[in-house]
């Protein structure tokens, strides 16, 4: 309706010649019959739904970060799947692949190489962004440095304050078990909870290293994973605050896409898992599906099947943490959830 009012208003206003709105509008008084009046109202209407809707329902706050690099397609796909879902997206990233550093750390330098697929020359300075989009950000360091600069620095700037969330990934190649202790895309999950922004970190199975601007693969695994990870952010950030627990972060993988298994988002089944294997001394974990034990990420998620694990890690040690903290999330996302 409002799209048709404005439509409509153009073309009484001007004779259907191109002018602008505003030019329009300006017009309205040499042409105020019952219709035109009918028409202004219409969009008087429409601007007041928007700025109401927009003070009622804020757009998520969502700081988007990885540790292959600003560039590569996996997170270029995520951050298009993000801002499609209407999150207000700010990207950062490492400006080389720093994958596997776990939480190390380093003052970011003047890049002595170009940034990773070429994607800015030989002495750009440490930190930088895309000419023609601000919001796209590089760290020439670590992941764990990379999402500092982007919570410290970048977030008061674009946000005016802390983002809502912080979603890490997704990763190429899964990050199951005792990887978690050294990937690079825990590390700035982990880092941001500590920080206190929740944060999930996600990775998939399937996936090389290859630019945003490389033709698309097949199987379409950036898309499939892009889509999985964007259900699990809405399932977890359209709950009240806070998201998760303190010092909390959610550990997310994707199972194998191939050219003929797992090729669609809606083939996958989210289970509710645990990182490490419970030994006899490990304390009982949350009670679902009838047991007090949650598999492993990795038995799920190397199944064969098309699973998504979803496990919730301490931010500290980035391994299991308690079933108090499973069942806050558990009852945060229990509709998401599937028995294994």
Known sequence: MCKDAFLMLRHLS?????RTLKEALQLRSNKSSPVMRSILSIIVACACLLQASALLFPRTNVILTNDDGWAEKNIRAFNSDLIAA????LLVGPAENESGTGSKEATPTVLNIT???????IGSSPEGFNSSNVRLNYVNSFPVTTIKFGLQKLAPRFFGRKPDIVVSGFNVGANLGPTTQISGTVGAATEAAKEGVPAIAFSGTTGT???FTATTPSPNYPAVYAALSTTVTNALTRTAKPFLPPNVYLNVNFAAVTASNCTSPEDF???????????AQTPPDFRTCGSNRLPTETEVVRSGGCFTSISVGSAFTKNDTNAVD?????????HLLSCF
């Open 209 to 211: 290293q290859i630019s």
């Open 269 to 279: 089944r989210f289970v509710f898992t645990r990182i490490e294997n419970a030994t």
């Open 326 to 334: 499973q069942a806050f999330v558990h009852a945060k996302i229990s």
């Open 14 to 18: 001007t004779g259907g010649s191109h």
């Open 86 to 89: 209407g999150y207000n997206v």
């Open 115 to 121: 940034c990773e697929f070429d994607t800015c020359p």
